[in-house]
Structure formats: C-alpha cells, structure tokens
C-alpha cells in the first residue's frame, strides 16, 4: 500500500485554497499611530476558483503551529485526552494536519487555528 501524497513543495504563484505558506506577514494597527509586522504559518482559506479567477484582492487565512509548539503554550494541548480530542476532530476550533515526511519541507503535526482568521492582500501573497 502507497502512502496518499497529500504534501507537495510548488514554486509558482498558483496559489490555491488549502496552500500552505510559511512565514506570511501580517501588518497590523495597534494604536493610531503604531504599527505592528509578525510572519505566521498560514493556510489559504479563500476558494481556488476566485483565486484562480482574480476575483479576489483580500484573501481570507488561519496561521498554524506546530504540535508541540502549541502544546508548549497551551497546557490542554499537552495532555494525553487534549490530544487524542484533537485528532478525533472534536475541537471545532482546530484542526489537526498530518505530518509532512517530504524532505524538502519536513513537519511535525500541524495545528491550523481557525479561530485566528485574518486577511492579507493578494498581491502580497503572490
């Protein structure tokens, strides 16, 4: 039996819903005048038909973590029952990536956190 290849390493701008991105920068207003950059790992939200299409200048995406990154700053992430309730698909808030065994992009499980949704322009992440 033949492992699915559900990961793959692409290096064009084909974005599409599902993509993984790496260190995507989000701008953000903390006060009138300040301003604030993070990168987060992030997956694409939006529909690959509007994004194949250009129908969209905003494009809608939820960062995510790695496993143990996540269980190291949330302690019910930690626990055997937090665990075994995220792989049942029980939190609505998250969802839980297998991890990637290709040696291009190795990653441990993975967390997206659909909780966090944010937007970034398009063209930005083109």
Known sequence: ??????FAVVDDDDLQQGDLLFECALDRVLAPSEADR?????????HSCDLANDKLEIVQVCP??????LAGEAEYFRSKRGK????RGNLPGYHLLNSCPLHE?????LVIDF???FAVEFSQLK
């Open 1 to 6: 039996m033949t492992d699915y290849p559900w």
């Open 38 to 46: 993070s990168n987060y790992d992030v997956v694409i939200m939006s």
């Open 64 to 69: 995510f973590w790695n496993l143990q990154k």
């Open 84 to 87: 075994e309730e995220l792989r």
């Open 105 to 109: 992009k190795p990653t441990d499980f």
């Open 115 to 117: 909780r966090s949704q």
